[in-house]
């Protein structure tokens, strides 16, 4: 199992140079945030091998947290934001503006049909349907980009509650049904997992088209697991790569524009993460959430080594 993201080599953060105090602020984002909880107690000494094991995740993805968390701080106290962001907005909108192209090209020609009366009378209707089609899909679109914006500034509000997962999963393409776990009740806002649980279903979809795709809710640990099990030919690892930062080579022939980028944000909105696994025959999909009271975070654990200054770091 490894979240869907690019490779990063293990950090381990010793213990002997991070301080015992831990921000006030920062506690109060752990206290509604599980990985800021397994950051927060790696920098009050804890190894990040126990983390990862008391939170049943690999030890590779609380090592990037702690990176980020750490990379974030710096940029923030230096003043010197990541040299990339721009770029990588850039990319964005180039992606943005390949999604787009296909609804606007359709919905300009049926327009300028209808417009020079081009169409015979009894395809008007038809005609009608096709232009309402395409312009649903920009709106759609657009909407995406507002979310992701929003997200990414903060700015969206998640409203959890308890969610039937099987009739979400009925309002997708094709309305299929859970094949196990159905019973499962999820904490989630219902809009905007449904919007996650529709990018994934249709990315199991992908080409070369599989013989089939399950849904699964299971548990694991502290987290509800929603699961798309592809059988079939798998999907490549590459365009799973590209699925996720989808701001490199885009191309008609894999499909691949903002990808799951608009997933992912929201997943993180729900303090989860998605993840990928696989073999020749299956390729797995899922989003983790949190099971809410599953699972108290430890905020203060006893540092294990000395502060700073040579002295024990107390609880935060």
Not at 34 to 57: F, H, I, N, P
Not at 220 to 234: D, K, L
């Amino acid at each position: 199992m490894s979240e869907m993201a690019k490779p990063v080599r293990p950090h381990v953060v010793p213990a002997a140079h991070i301080p015992g105090q831990v921000d006030p602020r920062v506690a109060a984002q752990a206290s509604v945030d599980l990985r800021v909880s397994m950051v927060v107690a790696v920098l009050s000494g804890r190894s990040v091998e126990d983390v990862a094991q008391e939170w049943d995740l690999e030890a590779s993805l609380v090592h990037r947290w702690v990176r980020d968390f750490l990379v974030a701080g710096t940029a923030a106290i230096t003043n010197r934001p990541d040299p990339d962001e721009a770029r990588q907005r850039d990319r964005f909108l180039a992606a943005f503006a390949h999604e787009l192209r296909t609804p606007v090209a359709v919905a300009h020609g049926w327009a300028m049909m209808l417009a020079d009366g081009d169409v015979p009378g009894e395809q008007v209707p038809d005609s009608l349907t096709r232009l309402s089609d395409a312009l649903g899909r920009l709106a759609e679109h657009i909407q995406d980009v507002e979310l992701s914006a929003s997200t990414s500034l903060g700015r969206i509000r998640v409203t959890p509650e308890p969610l039937d997962v099987a009739a979400l999963c009925r309002s997708l393409d094709g309305s299929p049904a859970v094949r196990r776990g159905a019973d499962l009740v999820v904490r989630a806002d219902p809009r905007l997992i449904g919007r996650v649980l529709r990018d994934l279903w249709a990315t199991a979809h992908l080409d070369p088209e599989p013989e089939s795709v399950a849904i699964d809710v299971v548990e694991t640990g502290p987290w509800h697991e929603i699961r798309f099990v592809r059988e079939g030919a798998p999907i490549s690892p590459l365009v799973l790569k590209a699925l996720l930062d989808p701001f490199g080579s885009n191309d008609d022939a894999t499909g691949v524009t903002i990808g799951l980028y608009l997933a992912r944000v929201l997943t993180v909105a729900h303090r989860g993460f998605l993840g990928a696994e696989g073999d020749d025959r299956h390729t797995v999909l899922f989003v983790r959430l949190p099971r809410d009271g599953a699972h108290e975070p430890a905020l203060d654990p006893e540092p294990t080594g000395p502060g700073p200054s040579g002295d024990k770091g107390g609880k935060p």
